[in-house]
């Protein structure tokens, strides 16, 4: 579909020019191969895509379109993970390819597809950057982002990879504290490139996780007895972490890098879809637009935001304050310390889980199709 054929949803149109760049939660042959993908980075202004291993196993799993090449992967005797890689790959590049576009009509600031480094990896910090540099090389495009997990351990795989020129999407951030420690980690990996004489034109986002934050939280405050603060807590500590995004990137310590034109590392809202049914299913889209911040959201709260996302006339609603609903939830007892510790431990597991599934359905697949 060419351009001219769609209308610029309005919606997301105005999220868009407040500074939120709107990014799809999703990936899937089917999304790339029916044109739908290219339609929306037109009418939906949609100028980024995120993967996982829970995306890919959805994906793979029960659909046609991966058996023939799972077929021919089959056939060269690649086992069950370097099929999932072999499959994977090829989406993120056709992915890449279609928004080439946004990326190039943004100077490089947007038109990015995610690929995650395997789950599993998540503590051991050389095979992380391996794989970093091995998904980086054979996916060949400027326009990747590697995902590397906000984990103590990916600190410097993510300081690595960025003095190496690789894009980087940290992901699995719920505390700010950890975020900070991310965002020290990209300015160090840019400083040694500028020592270096390198280019600065190296791409990062933080990927801070939202609605995990409330289900949690929430089910703390039942047993508290303090119900009245359900739904606060995802949105303030997100803004929270914007507080301290500000401070970093615009304040001294990023000073000479942003002087030498160094980009910032944009916060991405993550796991922005609504759990709980009695919140707005654009609770989290509406809640935290802003200048230099992204929003991944899964392909319902993408819709729900064409439909009735809205921008506030009284400014960015990222930069509200959190001190108020913070100090309230600390007062009802709501250790956020103790909270992220347990997201961040749950939140590993629930990528390895899938990526177990993904790789046994690719096993039996294979033998069926084999």
């Given at each position: 579909?060419?351009?001219?054929?769609?209308?610029?949803?309005?919606?997301?149109?105005?999220?868009?020019?407040?500074?939120?760049?709107?990014?799809?939660?999703?990936?899937?042959?089917?999304?790339?191969?029916?044109?739908?993908?290219?339609?929306?980075?037109?009418?939906?202004?949609?100028?980024?895509?995120?993967?996982?291993?829970?995306?890919?196993?959805?994906?793979?799993?029960?659909?046609?379109?991966?058996?023939?090449?799972?077929?021919?992967?089959?056939?060269?005797?690649?086992?069950?993970?370097?099929?999932?890689?072999?499959?994977?790959?090829?989406?993120?590049?056709?992915?890449?390819?279609?928004?080439?576009?946004?990326?190039?009509?943004?100077?490089?600031?947007?038109?990015?597809?995610?690929?995650?480094?395997?789950?599993?990896?998540?503590?051991?910090?050389?095979?992380?950057?391996a794989q970093a540099r091995e998904y980086w090389q054979r996916v060949d495009r400027p326009n990747l982002m590697i995902k590397i997990p906000g984990t103590p351990a990916g600190l410097g795989p993510i300081e690595t990879a960025i003095s190496e020129g690789i894009n980087v999407n940290v992901t699995l951030l719920f505390s700010v504290d950890a975020y900070a420690d991310v965002a020290e980690a990209y300015i160090k990996g840019l400083e040694k490139r500028h020592a270096a004489g390198e280019s600065l034109d190296v791409q990062s986002v933080a990927s801070f996780f939202v609605s995990r934050v409330d289900s949690e939280v929430d089910k703390r405050l039942e047993a508290l007895g303090h119900e009245a603060l359900a739904g606060k807590a995802g949105l303030a500590n997100a803004?929270?972490?914007?507080?301290?995004?500000?401070?970093?990137?615009?304040?001294?310590?990023?000073?000479?890098?942003?002087?030498?034109?160094?980009?910032?590392?944009?916060?991405?809202?993550?796991?922005?879809?609504?759990?709980?049914?009695?919140?707005?299913?654009?609770?989290?889209?509406d809640g935290l637009i802003g200048p230099e911040t992204v929003n991944t959201m899964p392909m319902a709260t993408l819709k729900a935001a064409a439909d009735h996302g809205s921008v506030s006339p009284d400014g960015p609603t990222v930069e509200l304050d959190p001190t108020h609903d913070l100090n309230a939830l600390a007062g009802a007892g709501i250790d956020m310390d103790d909270v992220t510790a347990k997201l961040l431990t749950d939140g590993i597991a629930a990528f390895v889980t899938p990526m177990e599934s993904l790789l046994e359905g690719i096993e039996k697949k294979r033998g069926e199709l084999a």
């Open positions: 579909m060419s351009q001219t054929d769609t209308t610029v949803n309005a919606h997301l149109d105005a999220i868009t020019k407040a500074g939120t760049s709107v990014w799809l939660d999703q990936i899937s042959r089917g999304l790339i191969e029916t044109g739908e993908l290219e339609s929306m980075a037109h009418e939906y202004s949609l100028r980024g895509l995120t993967s996982n291993p829970a995306i890919f196993e959805k994906a793979i799993l029960g659909v046609e379109e991966y058996d023939e090449q799972l077929a021919e992967l089959a056939k060269e005797g690649k086992d069950a993970r370097e099929i999932y890689q072999g499959l994977a790959i090829k989406d993120v590049q056709d992915a890449a390819d279609i928004l080439r576009p946004v990326f190039d009509a943004s100077g490089g600031t947007d038109g990015f597809v995610s690929f995650e480094v395997d789950p599993d990896l998540a503590e051991d910090a050389d095979k992380t950057i803004r929270a972490a914007y507080r301290r995004y500000k401070e970093i990137f615009h304040g001294e310590r990023f000073a000479e890098l942003k002087a030498a034109g160094a980009p910032v590392q944009r916060p991405l809202w993550a796991s922005t879809g609504t759990k709980n049914p009695a919140y707005s299913d654009v609770l989290y889209v």
